[in-house]
């Protein structure tokens, strides 16, 4: 049996007389890729921020890697990473001076340098955020995850905004930060990139989980009751076309 990294039970959360969410359980094993899903409002923000401690909860139970979120938060904050929005970085440091600053907080030591190469940074280590395209933007919030070393990475729409080849090589380093036998819980509202890169996924719809199950097991599902998606007549789409002419590699965004 695989053992669970996650485990969220009941868990409600009002914003005043709004339930935002409304019973929601699901369990992250260890080593998956685990995706969240669902329109906007749906909740899934809202049910990450409450699991990496950045916010209070109504009721329900969360217990991460064993450890009891009532009880330990500050545990859990030690074997999480979370995405910092670009907007929180210091805008007077460059790249090394940033992770330099972030590992000095959590009290680790990190090769600056090596970890900007494993997502493609290194030639803009001395820029500044505010010098990055959106794409690099990601790949270093990405970055600063991984810091801390994590047992468990939560990624919230890393890839919203970015073009289609940017979005394929963050998907790359998505799974090679699985690779490394980090979990991942990521939000995303493409459906390729969920059925791509997710183990499993949960789609929430107004603070409820409606299903939960590999991407494949929910398309057979859906299959089974005579759905039938109208035949695709060309052999490849605008995404092939676009990708074909400005090449598959990690190039200069
Ligand atoms: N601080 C807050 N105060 C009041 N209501 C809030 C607050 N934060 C979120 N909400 C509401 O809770 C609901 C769930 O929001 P949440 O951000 O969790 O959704 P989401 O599924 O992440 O949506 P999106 O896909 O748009 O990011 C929304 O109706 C939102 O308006």
Redesign the pocket.
């Known amino acids: 049996m695989d053992k669970v990294m996650i485990s969220v039970r009941d868990l409600v ?1 009002n ?2 007389n ?1 339930q ?2 409304k019973g929601i359980s699901f369990d992250v094993y260890e080593g998956e890729i685990f995706g ?1 899903l ?12 409450i699991i990496e401690t950045l ?1 209070p909860k109504t009721s329900g139970k969360i217990i991460v890697d064993g450890i009891d979120l009532d009880a330990h938060p500050n545990e859990i904050k030690k074997i999480i990473g979370v995405q910092l929005q670009s907007s929180g970085f210091y805008p007077g440091l460059n790249l090394l001076e940033l992770v330099d600053l972030f590992s000095g907080l959590y009290n680790r030591k990190v090769n600056a340098m090596e970890l900007l190469e494993t997502v493609h940074l290194k030639d803009k280590a001395k820029a500044k955020v505010k010098e990055l395209s959106g794409g690099q933007k990601q790949r270093f919030s990405v970055a600063t995850t991984l810091i801390n070393n994590p047992k468990i990475v939560f990624l ?2 890393p890839t919203t905004g970015l073009d289609p080849q940017a979005r394929r090589n963050l998907w790359a380093l998505i799974k090679n930060i699985r690779q490394n036998g980090t979990t991942v819980i990521i ?1 995303t ?1 493409y459906m390729d990139e969920a059925e791509y890169l997710c183990d499993r996924v949960a789609i ?1 719809e107004s ?1 409820k989980v409606v299903a939960l199950n590999t991407p494949d097991k929910l398309i057979d599902d859906l299959v089974a009751t005579g759905f039938e998606r109208p035949k695709e007549v060309k052999k490849a789409n605008l995404e092939d076309v676009f990708i074909h002419l400005t090449g598959h590699k990690l190039r200069e965004e």
């Open positions: 959360k914003y005043g709004f935002a969410v969240l669902g329109p906007n409002g749906a909740g899934k923000s809202t049910t990450l921020e916010r919230d729409e939000t509202h929430v603070g």
